[in-house]
Protein backbone atom coordinates (compact mmCIF):
# COMPACT_ATOMS: atom_id res chain seq x y z
CA UNK A 1 0.00 0.00 0.00
CA UNK A 2 2.85 2.19 0.87
CA UNK A 3 4.57 1.62 -2.25
CA UNK A 4 1.43 1.90 -4.29
CA UNK A 5 0.91 5.46 -2.57
CA UNK A 6 4.60 7.04 -4.21
CA UNK A 7 3.87 5.45 -7.16
CA UNK A 8 0.93 7.47 -7.50
CA UNK A 9 2.27 10.78 -5.76
CA UNK A 10 5.28 10.80 -8.56
CA UNK A 11 2.91 9.99 -11.22
CA UNK A 12 0.62 12.63 -10.62
CA UNK A 13 3.68 15.09 -10.01
CA UNK A 14 4.93 13.95 -13.63
CA UNK A 15 2.08 14.92 -14.95
CA UNK A 16 1.56 17.90 -13.61
CA UNK A 17 5.34 18.99 -14.52
CA UNK A 18 4.30 18.15 -17.67
CA UNK A 19 0.98 20.40 -17.75
CA UNK A 20 3.16 23.55 -16.37
CA UNK A 21 6.71 23.42 -18.42
CA UNK A 22 6.84 26.63 -19.06
CA UNK A 23 6.13 27.96 -15.08
CA UNK A 24 9.87 27.21 -14.28
CA UNK A 25 8.97 28.59 -10.23
CA UNK A 26 6.12 25.69 -10.77
CA UNK A 27 8.07 23.27 -11.63
CA UNK A 28 10.94 23.11 -9.36
CA UNK A 29 8.27 23.03 -6.66
CA UNK A 30 7.20 20.20 -8.05
CA UNK A 31 10.43 18.60 -8.52
CA UNK A 32 11.49 19.36 -5.60
CA UNK A 33 8.55 17.62 -3.96
CA UNK A 34 9.99 14.37 -6.04
CA UNK A 35 13.00 14.91 -4.80
CA UNK A 36 11.50 14.98 -1.67
CA UNK A 37 9.83 11.30 -1.94
CA UNK A 38 13.57 10.28 -3.41
CA UNK A 39 15.00 11.17 -0.22
CA UNK A 40 12.47 9.35 2.32
CA UNK A 41 12.86 6.10 0.75
CA UNK A 42 16.73 6.63 -0.46
CA UNK A 43 17.21 3.22 2.39
CA UNK A 44 14.51 1.51 1.65
CA UNK A 45 14.81 -2.03 0.96
CA UNK A 46 12.22 -1.62 -1.44
CA UNK A 47 14.84 -1.37 -4.10
CA UNK A 48 12.48 -1.54 -7.15
CA UNK A 49 10.30 1.12 -5.86
CA UNK A 50 13.46 3.26 -4.74
CA UNK A 51 15.44 2.67 -7.84
CA UNK A 52 11.88 3.93 -10.12
CA UNK A 53 12.09 7.15 -8.04
CA UNK A 54 15.50 8.22 -7.91
CA UNK A 55 15.16 7.40 -12.14
CA UNK A 56 12.48 9.65 -12.21
CA UNK A 57 14.46 12.42 -10.66
CA UNK A 58 17.19 11.70 -12.79
CA UNK A 59 14.73 11.82 -15.75
CA UNK A 60 13.42 15.65 -14.44
CA UNK A 61 16.21 16.71 -13.74
CA UNK A 62 17.94 16.19 -16.68
CA UNK A 63 14.84 17.41 -19.04
CA UNK A 64 14.64 20.85 -16.63
CA UNK A 65 18.51 21.32 -16.54
CA UNK A 66 19.14 20.70 -20.14
CA UNK A 67 18.01 23.68 -21.54
CA UNK A 68 19.61 25.57 -18.50
CA UNK A 69 22.84 24.29 -19.11
CA UNK A 70 22.48 25.08 -23.13
CA UNK A 71 22.18 28.95 -21.86
CA UNK A 72 24.74 28.33 -19.53
CA UNK A 73 27.24 27.63 -22.44
CA UNK A 74 25.93 30.62 -24.21
CA UNK A 75 26.42 33.09 -21.75
CA UNK A 76 30.26 32.02 -21.16
CA UNK A 77 31.16 32.09 -24.53
CA UNK A 78 29.76 35.58 -24.56
CA UNK A 79 32.46 36.45 -21.97
CA UNK A 80 35.05 34.33 -23.47
CA UNK A 81 35.15 31.54 -21.25
CA UNK A 82 37.54 29.42 -21.31
CA UNK A 83 39.76 30.33 -24.20
CA UNK A 84 39.29 33.80 -24.74
CA UNK A 85 38.43 34.76 -21.16
CA UNK A 86 37.69 38.48 -21.54
CA UNK A 87 38.82 41.70 -18.76
CA UNK A 88 35.49 42.80 -18.41
CA UNK A 89 34.13 39.85 -17.06
CA UNK A 90 33.69 41.09 -13.44
CA UNK A 91 30.96 43.52 -14.61
CA UNK A 92 27.46 43.00 -13.30
CA UNK A 93 25.78 43.92 -16.68
CA UNK A 94 27.93 41.21 -18.38
CA UNK A 95 27.21 38.41 -16.19
CA UNK A 96 23.76 38.58 -14.57
CA UNK A 97 21.98 36.16 -17.06
CA UNK A 98 24.95 33.96 -16.32
CA UNK A 99 23.97 34.51 -12.45
CA UNK A 100 20.52 34.20 -12.74
CA UNK A 101 20.89 30.45 -14.69
CA UNK A 102 23.23 29.66 -12.34
CA UNK A 103 20.85 30.21 -9.52
CA UNK A 104 17.92 28.21 -11.76
CA UNK A 105 20.24 25.30 -11.87
CA UNK A 106 20.73 25.46 -8.04
CA UNK A 107 17.03 25.25 -7.47
CA UNK A 108 17.12 21.50 -9.50
CA UNK A 109 19.95 19.53 -7.73
CA UNK A 110 19.79 16.09 -7.71
CA UNK A 111 18.86 14.37 -4.21
CA UNK A 112 22.19 14.22 -2.51
CA UNK A 113 22.33 10.15 -2.18
CA UNK A 114 22.29 10.55 -6.14
CA UNK A 115 24.16 13.75 -6.81
CA UNK A 116 27.24 12.17 -4.88
CA UNK A 117 28.29 15.88 -3.83
CA UNK A 118 28.00 17.23 -7.62
CA UNK A 119 25.91 20.69 -7.74
CA UNK A 120 23.94 21.00 -10.87
CA UNK A 121 25.34 24.87 -11.22
CA UNK A 122 28.78 24.03 -11.06
CA UNK A 123 28.59 21.20 -13.76
CA UNK A 124 27.44 23.69 -15.72
CA UNK A 125 30.47 26.33 -15.30
CA UNK A 126 32.80 23.32 -15.71
CA UNK A 127 30.98 21.82 -18.97
CA UNK A 128 33.47 23.80 -21.74
CA UNK A 129 36.55 22.26 -19.76
CA UNK A 130 34.87 18.94 -19.25
CA UNK A 131 34.45 19.13 -23.02
CA UNK A 132 37.88 20.17 -24.04
CA UNK A 133 39.27 17.79 -21.27
CA UNK A 134 37.40 14.91 -23.24
CA UNK A 135 38.24 16.11 -26.81
CA UNK A 136 42.39 16.46 -25.24
CA UNK A 137 42.36 12.99 -23.53
CA UNK A 138 39.68 10.62 -24.89
CA UNK A 139 39.91 11.07 -28.65
CA UNK A 140 41.22 7.72 -30.39
CA UNK A 141 43.76 10.49 -33.05
CA UNK A 142 44.72 13.08 -29.83
CA UNK A 143 48.95 12.68 -28.78
CA UNK A 144 47.79 13.87 -25.34
CA UNK A 145 45.35 10.41 -25.01
CA UNK A 146 47.78 8.53 -23.75
CA UNK A 147 48.17 6.09 -20.66
CA UNK A 148 51.86 6.12 -19.88
CA UNK A 149 51.90 10.27 -19.88
CA UNK A 150 49.15 11.31 -17.29
CA UNK A 151 51.01 13.65 -16.35
CA UNK A 152 49.40 15.81 -19.14
CA UNK A 153 45.99 15.07 -17.84
CA UNK A 154 46.99 15.71 -14.34
CA UNK A 155 49.24 19.53 -14.77
CA UNK A 156 46.19 20.45 -17.41
CA UNK A 157 43.70 19.76 -14.18
CA UNK A 158 46.41 21.87 -12.24
CA UNK A 159 46.56 24.26 -14.39
CA UNK A 160 42.68 24.91 -14.70
CA UNK A 161 42.31 25.14 -11.09
CA UNK A 162 44.94 28.10 -10.98
CA UNK A 163 43.62 30.07 -13.68
CA UNK A 164 39.80 29.85 -13.32
CA UNK A 165 39.52 29.32 -10.00
CA UNK A 166 39.24 33.40 -9.17
CA UNK A 167 37.23 33.77 -11.83
CA UNK A 168 34.72 31.35 -10.68
CA UNK A 169 35.26 33.58 -7.24
CA UNK A 170 34.28 36.77 -8.78
CA UNK A 171 31.18 35.47 -11.22
CA UNK A 172 30.10 33.02 -8.70
CA UNK A 173 30.76 32.90 -4.84
CA UNK A 174 28.32 35.16 -3.87
CA UNK A 175 25.01 33.72 -4.86
CA UNK A 176 25.30 30.28 -3.03
CA UNK A 177 24.17 29.76 0.24
CA UNK A 178 25.29 26.29 0.74
CA UNK A 179 27.96 26.18 -0.68
CA UNK A 180 31.06 27.31 -2.04
CA UNK A 181 31.54 27.89 -6.09
CA UNK A 182 35.06 27.95 -6.05
CA UNK A 183 35.34 25.28 -4.23
CA UNK A 184 33.20 22.71 -5.80
CA UNK A 185 34.83 23.74 -8.98
CA UNK A 186 37.64 22.31 -8.14
CA UNK A 187 36.03 19.33 -6.87
CA UNK A 188 34.41 19.19 -10.41
CA UNK A 189 37.72 19.32 -12.24
CA UNK A 190 39.16 16.53 -9.41
CA UNK A 191 36.10 14.50 -10.25
CA UNK A 192 36.99 14.85 -13.99
CA UNK A 193 40.78 13.75 -12.99
CA UNK A 194 39.76 10.85 -11.14
CA UNK A 195 37.81 9.58 -13.83
CA UNK A 196 40.09 9.54 -16.35
CA UNK A 197 42.77 7.62 -13.51
CA UNK A 198 39.66 4.76 -13.20
CA UNK A 199 39.39 4.89 -16.95
CA UNK A 200 43.31 3.97 -17.68
CA UNK A 201 43.77 1.90 -14.69
CA UNK A 202 40.82 -0.49 -16.47
CA UNK A 203 42.93 -0.90 -19.84
CA UNK A 204 45.79 -3.53 -19.81
CA UNK A 205 49.03 -1.76 -18.38
CA UNK A 206 52.51 -2.97 -17.92
CA UNK A 207 54.35 -3.00 -14.71
CA UNK A 208 56.62 0.13 -15.67
CA UNK A 209 53.17 2.51 -17.01
CA UNK A 210 51.25 1.48 -13.86
CA UNK A 211 54.03 2.26 -11.33
CA UNK A 212 54.30 5.44 -13.64
CA UNK A 213 51.00 6.69 -12.85
CA UNK A 214 50.52 5.97 -9.20
CA UNK A 215 53.95 7.89 -9.02
CA UNK A 216 52.32 11.02 -11.15
CA UNK A 217 49.07 10.56 -9.26
CA UNK A 218 50.94 11.28 -5.42
CA UNK A 219 53.27 13.67 -6.79
CA UNK A 220 50.37 15.96 -7.99
CA UNK A 221 48.11 15.39 -4.97
CA UNK A 222 51.10 16.53 -3.15
CA UNK A 223 51.41 19.72 -5.27
CA UNK A 224 47.57 19.85 -5.39
CA UNK A 225 47.09 20.07 -0.99
CA UNK A 226 49.45 22.43 -1.09
CA UNK A 227 47.76 25.20 -3.22
CA UNK A 228 44.63 24.42 -1.16
CA UNK A 229 44.04 22.27 2.23
CA UNK A 230 40.64 21.70 0.87
CA UNK A 231 41.48 19.33 -1.71
CA UNK A 232 42.35 16.79 1.02
CA UNK A 233 38.79 16.33 1.82
CA UNK A 234 37.63 16.24 -2.22
CA UNK A 235 37.12 12.90 -4.48
CA UNK A 236 40.35 13.10 -6.20
CA UNK A 237 42.95 10.94 -8.66
Known amino acids: IQQKIFLTAIEQLSSEIRNCSD ?4 VTELYSRIKAISSEISTSEATGIREYVDQCCRTWQRAISEPLEEA ?14 KENVHSKADTKALKNLLCRLDDVNLPDHIASGQKAAIVALVAPLRKK ?13 DPAKPEY ?3 IIYKWICEYQDYVTSIAEEIFDEFSASVEFVA ?16 ELDDEVFSHIVDEIISNDAELKLFDPAIQNMHRP
Open 23 to 26: DFSK
Open 72 to 85: VSIELSKIGFPDKL
Open 133 to 145: FTIFFYSQNSKLN
Open 153 to 155: FLS
Open 188 to 203: ELLRIAARKVEDDLEL
